[in-house]
């Protein structure tokens, strides 16, 4: 019988993790290409014949989604894997009507043919948007396993934007220096450096059976860092969910988002102390209606400025992380709250935006008056330095979870927005957390 030809469409990341648990020595299909789309500058690239296993000996070509509908003609290719993350369901369905009216099937993968069983306990962090607050949620359990003299190790989900693979099979966080090892975009810095500061062994990269290999002969407890809203790489143990009242009813109406909410055993409806009440309510109610025996907590995210009085009366660049406010929707984000509370004037970025800083503020229209801190390489890095440096700000806000002044230069006078995750009322994931412990005697 002949092999099923498949194109897997992704982000640099559900794809090749789809590709390697499901595909990768799967003789009954051969997958011709992978499309990306999402992530500025990785498509045109090689899947390399170090991760693509031996059916594959000349890897796989990486192509611009746009070029789908030749590939699948050139191909002759009978079924397409839609596998990225944080797409509404009218883009889904759109992205469904594409692919069908150029022939093929197209096909949403599940946990059940993706995900990798660990040996040991896994928590996973998930969430049904990005920019919900994984990071600071992350941090938290983290610090409480650790506090509990439990060693836990990190597992990032993936961000692949090395032109190079191969230098990204299985990576090993342990010191900063680490994060210059690997060339880190600001987007991994963004997550990777609080985790290191915390003293919390981290790994990354793309094939993430290798990875989990690795992690488990030094760690007591596996915890997933999810990215976007895509569920974990690993069967979870336990499962927590954050949730977002500025931002409701997407947790019922984003790809794959739901899915998350439908299998956690931890909802945290976070940013309680910024959000509106009906907002908040509406969010309990959704959760409450797709998935009734999930512990609910409420929590706040709340800010930390390093001076707020230096900013206050001046004008200011607010700086906001990347993801949170391009492909998170979010038009606005800690930044941009902290400086309006300091009595800050702040202006619009988009008059100073140079490059593919300013590509991005045409493909994201919602934003005016917050700066992205895109970095998915160098160049882009440089652009953004750029971006900011020729503004007539006179102060920058920066409300990123990393100091963007250790990756790029700053010629204004800066300060940093902190946020860390605060459980409201019980039970809080102190408690979960206990009972997760002694389930799985784990001291």
Known sequence: MSKKKVIIMGAAGRDFQNFNVYFRDNEDYEVVAFTAEQIPGIGDRMYPPELSGPLYPKGIQIYPEEKLPELIVKFDVEQCILAYSDLPYETVGHKIAWVNQLGPDIRLMGPKNTSIKSKKPVIAICAVRTGCGKSQTSRRVNQILVDMGIKPVNIRHPMPYDPDLTSQIAQRYATLEDLDKYRCTIEEREEYEPMINMGVILYAGVDYGEILDQAEKEADVITWDGGNNDFSFYKPDLLIVITDPHRPGHEISYYPGETNLRMADVVIINKVATADYEDIEEVRENIMDVNPNAIIIDAASPLGVEDMASIRGKRVLVVEDGPTV??????????????????????DPRPFAVGSIKDTFEKYYHLENVLPAMGYGKKQMEELQQTINKSDAEAIVIGTPIDLKRVIKIDKPSVRVKYDLQEIGKPDLEDVLKDFVKKHNLK
């Not at 492909?327 to 202006?347: E, F, T, V």
């Open 326 to 347: 391009t492909h998170g929707d979010m038009p606005y984000g800690a930044g941009l709250i902290a400086a309006r509370k300091a009595g800050a004037i702040i202006i």
